[in-house]
């Protein structure tokens, strides 16, 4: 069952030890998104989805509550937000993306989720915010990145 993108990005922030910022948040949240939704028939992991924007994919939910920290570490905005349980199929895809990012800069995320052939580049139209990146779109990206 999806999670709420903002407990989501509370996971990510408690495995990162409240070291990752805004635009971190996002880029490994829609890693772990995608990896959900490859590994379990195409069930997301956030209710809401992702939008593309310049700088790749973002949730609106998540960026709105975070973006007063700019690039600086989002501290703990999330005080009555639960975490992801542990055990779960939504919490094993965000530990494998906090995982696999662990040494990647903000700008390699940048250019892994602006793959060209992936869902955001399907999607993006310069300068425009409000398009919604398409589940199936990230699908296929996830099979498309096993190749």
Request: proline share 5%; with cysteine; net charge negative.
């Amino acid at each position: 069952m999806a999670v709420s993108a903002l407990s989501a990005a509370r996971t990510i922030c408690e495995l990162r030890n409240w070291d990752v910022s805004n635009l971190e948040i996002q880029k490994i949240l829609y890693i772990a998104h995608m990896i959900h939704i490859g590994e379990n028939d195409g069930h997301p992991l956030i209710n809401g989805g992702f939008e593309a924007w310049d700088y790749g994919p973002v949730s609106p939910a998540v960026y709105h509550r975070v973006k007063g920290f700019g690039s600086n570490p989002v501290k703990n905005v999330f005080h009555w937000i639960e975490p992801v349980p542990e055990g779960t199929s939504e919490y094993h895809a965000i530990e494998a993306a906090v995982n696999m990012t662990s040494n990647m800069s903000a700008s390699k995320l940048i250019s892994v989720t602006h793959w060209d052939k992936g869902a955001w580049y399907k999607s993006y139209n310069g300068g425009e915010r409000n398009i919604p990146i398409p589940n199936n779109d990230i699908a296929e990206e996830f099979l498309e990145r096993l190749k």
